[in-house]
C-alpha cells in the first residue's frame, strides 16, 4: 500500500508526459487528414500503406536512416572503444581529467557544437586546410551538406555515449586476467583478443545500442550537416507536421522510427542474453 | 648456476626500495618458499622472476639462459596467482588449453594433454564448467593445471592457498606437493604463512623489506634463525637479554642478580650481552624446590588455554608473559602457580644488533 503509494507522483507524471502522449501519436497515425491539413476523425490505414508502398519513403527516407545511423554507430563503437580503453588504461589521477573531457560535449548545446563541425569540416576550415596543405588532396573535399557530413556528426554525437558504457566494463575487468594470458605465452595483442575483448562485449553491445538509438533518431545533425540534401526519418517527420500540415502522416514516420529502435532494443536484449553468461561470471569471480 | 637464478636483483618505485640487491639460487627441482610480512618484497621478487614486473637493476636467469629482457610471455614459467585469475568466459578445459592454443598445438596433443593435467589435479569431470561454477579449491586446482599443462621451467605461486579457508588449505598444500614432487618442478611459493613454508618447502627465504634475512632450510630456519626477525616470524619466541658467562663446559645468560638461563649457540661469547630466545614447546615447568635450582628463572601461571590436541600455559615473567606447551606428562599447574623454567635458549648470532 505504502510502496504505491509513493510511486504514485512517478506514475502520474510519466503517464501525463509519456505515456498519454506517444498513445495520441499511435492513434493520430491511424486517422487521415484533410486537404487543408484537419485531422479526419476516422480509422485508416492510408498512411502507413502510402510510406510503405512509396519507394521514396521506403528507400530514401527509412533505408538511409538506418543505413546511416548503423555506420555512425560501427565508427562510434572503435572509436569510442579506443578512447575507453586509453582511459582504462591510464593513471587513476589521469583518468579523472580524461573522464572529464569526453563528457565535455555533453554539456555543449548540440546546435553550438554542430554548428561549430560545420566550421571545422567547410570548404576552407581546418580539416580540408590540412588535408590540401600537406597534398593528401589537390583541392579541398566536399565535406558538408552530404551523407559523409551526416555520419561524421552523428558520431561526434555518440562517441562520449560509447566511451562512458565500455569504459565501465573495462574498469571491471582484473588486469591480472590478462596477465595470466601473458605467463601462458600470450603476447599483449593475443591476451587483448583472447581475454580482455571477449570480456568487453556487454560495454559494446550497450555502447553500440546507446549509439545506434541516438543516430537513428538524430535532428540537428541531419538538418545542419546534410543542409536539407539528405533526408532523415525525424526531419521529414517534423516538416510533414509544420509545412505539409500533415499531423497523421508525421505521427506515422514517427511510430515506424519507434518500431525500429524497439526492434533494436529487442535484438540489444537477445544479445546480452546470449553473451550474458561472461558478464555474470566476472560479477562472481 | 640453478634453474632459477636470481642476480643482484633490485625493484625501487621512486625512493621506495622494494627490492634490495637480491641474490638467490634455487636448484633444479627444488621446493623453495620465499616468506616474508606483506610489503616485505616477495610477491615483487617473484613478478620480477616471471617477468610481470621489470627489475631496476640485475639479472634473472632461468634454466642457464639470461631473461632479464624477455617479456612474461617468452619465459618458460607457470605462475598461480593468488586469486586464481581464471579466464571468466572460458570453460575449464580452455582455461587450461589456452596456453598450448597460443602454441598452435595440434588438437590431438592439445587433448590429450589438458585432459592429462585435469587429471592430474582430479577435475577431469569438470572440465566444461565455466570458473564461476566451481569451488574455491577446484577454481585453484584448475589454475594449477593450467600452470603445468606447458610443461614449464619453473612454477612460480604467489599466496596461492591464502584465498582458501582453513581444512581446504591443508588439503590442498599436500597436493600440491605431491604434484610438485611427481613432477619435479622448480617451484618458487610465496607466502606469509610460515607453517605453510616450513612444511612444504625444500628451503625457506625469510625476507624482511627487499632483504633476504636468512635462506636456509625450514629446520635450521626454525631452529637456528639468525636474528630476532627471523625467530619472531617463523613460530613463537619468547627473548632473553643478558650478559654471557661461562659456566663449566655450558654457558649461561646471566638475566638478572639472581637469575641465570642455560644458553647454547655458536661461538664462544662469554663476557659480553646477547640475545637468546626459547619456543613455548622448548620449556618444561617445574615446581620450584626449596633448594636447588636457585637461579633458574621463575614465573607465575597465568592459565591453562586448550587447543584440543595440545594445550599452552601462558606463564608471567616479571612484567612479561610467555606461552609453554603443556607437557602430557609434566605435572599440571594450576593459575597463580609459582613454577620455574627447565629449558635451554639458544642464543642469537648476531647479539650485536640487539638492542
Redesign the interface.
Known amino acids: 500500500m505504502k510502496t504505491s503509494a509513493l510511486v504514485l507522483p512517478a506514475v502520474v507524471i510519466l503517464g501525463a508526459f509519456f505515456v498519454v502522449p506517444l498513445i495520441w501519436v499511435v492513434i493520430l497515425s491511424f486517422l487521415g487528414a484533410g486537404p487543408t491539413g484537419e485531422v479526419q476523425h476516422a480509422f485508416t490505414l492510408g498512411n502507413y500503406v502510402r510510406f510503405l508502398t512509396d519507394s521514396y519513403y521506403v528507400n530514401d527516407l527509412l533505408l538511409r536512416t538506418i543505413r546511416l545511423a548503423a555506420i555512425a554507430t560501427v565508427f562510434s563503437v572503435v572509436i569510442g572503444y579506443l578512447g575507453a580503453f586509453v582511459i582504462a588504461r591510464a593513471a587513476p589521477t589521469t583518468q579523472t581529467w580524461m573522464i572529464l573531457l569526453v563528457m565535455l560535449p555533453l554539456w555543449v548545446n548540440l546546435v553550438v557544437r554542430t554548428l561549430s563541425l560545420m566550421v571545422v569540416l567547410g570548404r576552407n576550415g581546418p580539416v580540408n586546410q590540412i588535408l590540401v596543405g600537406l597534398g593528401i588532396t589537390a583541392r579541398p573535399l566536399p565535406l558538408l551538406y552530404n551523407e559523409t557530413a551526416v555520419v561524421i556528426g552523428m558520431v561526434q554525437v555518440a562517441v562520449p555515449f560509447v566511451v562512458l558504457s565500455v569504459f565501465g566494463v573495462l574498469q571491471a575487468i ?1 588486469r ?2 590478462e ?9 599483449p595483442l ?1 591476451a587483448f583478443r ?2 580482455t575483448l ?2 568487453s562485449v556487454p560495454g559494446i553491445l550497450a555502447g553500440s545500442v546507446l549509439a545506434f538509438g541516438i543516430n537513428v533518431e538524430s535532428f540537428v545533425v541531419p538538418i545542419l550537416l546534410g543542409g536539407g540534401r539528405v533526408r532523415f526519418m525525424s526531419v521529414a517527420a517534423y516538416e510533414t507536421a509544420t509545412v505539409s500540415n500533415n499531423l497523421p502522416f508525421a505521427a506515422t514516420i514517427g511510430v515506424i522510427l519507434l518500431i525500429v529502435t524497439m526492434v533494436m532494443l529487442g535484438v540489444y536484449q537477445w544479445a546480452v542474453r546470449s553473451a550474458g ?2 558478464a ?3 560479477q ?2 | 648456476m640453478g634453474q632459477i637464478s636470481v642476480n643482484r636483483v633490485s625493484k625501487s618505485w621512486g625512493s621506495f626500495v622494494a627490492l634490495d640487491s637480491i641474490d638467490l639460487d634455487v636448484r633444479e627441482g627444488e621446493f623453495l618458499s620465499v616468506l616474508g610480512p606483506s610489503g616485505c618484497g616477495k610477491s615483487t621478487l617473484l613478478r620480477i622472476i ?1 617477468g ?1 614486473e621489470a627489475p631496476s637493476g640485475g639479472e634473472i636467469h632461468l634454466a642457464g639462459r639470461n631473461v632479464t629482457r624477455d ?4 619465459r618458460r ?3 598461480v ?1 593468488q ?1 586464481f ?5 572460458l570453460s575449464v578445459f580452455r582455461n587450461v588449453s ?2 598450448l592454443e ?2 598452435r598445438t595440434p588438437a590431438a596433443e592439445l587433448r590429450k594433454r589438458v585432459n592429462d593435467a585435469l587429471a592430474m589435479v582430479q577435475l577431469e569431470a569438470l572440465a566444461d564448467r ?3 561454477q566451481l569451488s574455491g579449491g577446484q577454481q585453484q586446482r584448475v589454475a594449477l593445471a ?2 603445468i599443462v ?1 610443461k614449464p621451467e619453473v612454477l612460480l605461486l604467489d599466496e596461492p592457498l591464502s584465498a582458501l579457508d582453513k581444512n581446504l588449505r591443508q588439503d590442498m598444500q599436500v597436493e600440491l606437493k605431491t604434484l610438485q614432487q611427481t613432477l619435479g618442478l622448480t617451484t618458487v611459493f610465496v607466502t606469509h604463512d610460515q607453517e605453510e613454508a616450513l612444511s612444504l618447502s625444500d628451503r625457506v627465504v625469510v625476507m624482511n623489506k627487499g632483504v633476504i634475512e636468512q635462506l636456509d632450510t625450514p629446520d635450521a630456519i626454525y631452529n637456528r634463525p639468525v636474528s630476532e626477525y627471523v625467530a619472531r616470524f617463523v613460530g613463537e619466541a619468547f627473548f632473553f637479554r643478558g650478559r654471557v658467562e661461562e659456566r663449566g663446559a655450558t654457558q649461561g645468560m646471566r638475566l638478572a642478580e639472581d637469575m641465570v638461563i642455560p644458553v647454547e649457540g655458536a661461538g664462544q661469547r662469554a663476557g659480553r650481552d646477547g640475545v637468546a630466545f626459547v619456543r613455548p614447546e622448548w620449556v618444561t615447568l617445574d615446581t620450584p624446590q626449596p633448594h636447588g635450582d636457585v637461579e633458574l628463572p621463575r614465573g607465575v601461571v597465568d592459565r591453562l588455554m586448550f587447543f584440543g590436541q595440545s594445550s599452552d600455559y601462558l606463564v608471567t615473567l616479571g612484567n612479561r608473559q610467555m606461552r609453554v606447551k603443556r607437557r602430557p606428562d609434566a605435572p599440571k599447574f594450576r593459575a597463580g602457580d609459582t613454577v620455574i623454567l627447565r629449558c635451554q635458549a639458544r642464543l642469537l648470532p648476531n647479539a650485536a644488533s640487539a638492542p
Do not use: D, E, Y
Open positions: 582484473p591480472q586476467l596477465q595470466a594470458a601473458m605467463t601462458v605465452g600470450a603476447t593475443a583472447r581475454v571477449p570480456l553468461r561472461p555474470t561470471a566476472i562472481a569471480a | 616471471a610481470l617479456p612474461v610471455w617468452k614459467i607457470g605462475f596467482f586469486n585469475a581464471l579466464w571468466p568466459h589456452m596456453g597460443l602454441r565455466l570458473p564461476s593450467r600452470a606447458l
